[in-house]
């Protein structure tokens, strides 16, 4: 099993920004792609920003692209997403998320970190 704990939600105001982390534990090594989704009050869960461990190819949804940067540590087992110039349309629970390199779905998620940004 994959356990994945997510931080740094918070309270912003529009344009600024904010960092999220996600800690990864467990079986690690089965883990092929690590992303990052967003879910608002009464709409559906979105796909925000992915990337693979190994190589560190990334892939953006297009509202967020040349704001948000998703990077890696592999030796700490931590992902990251820079979020920048941060709007009051990406208030949402953002969540972890790993992918086995066999699977379509994602196989595992984390508990979510709340994002909140005031106009």
Do not use: H
Not at 20 to 28: D, E, H, N, P, Y
Not at 81 to 101: F, G, H, I, N
């Amino acid at each position: 099993q994959v356990q994945l704990v997510e931080s740094g939600g918070g309270l912003v105001q529009a344009g600024g920004s904010l960092r999220l982390s996600c800690a990864a534990s467990g079986r690690t090594s089965d883990t092929y792609t690590m992303g990052w989704f967003r879910q608002a009050p009464g709409k559906e869960r979105e796909f925000v920003a992915v990337i693979v461990w190994s190589g560190g190819a990334t892939g953006y949804a297009d509202s967020v692209k040349g704001r948000f940067t998703i990077s890696r540590d592999n030796a700490k087992n931590t992902v990251y997403l820079q979020m920048r110039s941060l709007k009051p349309e990406d208030t949402a629970v953002y969540y972890c998320a790993a992918r086995r390199r066999a699977t379509t779905n994602y196989d595992y998620w984390g508990q979510g970190t709340q994002v909140t940004v005031s106009s």
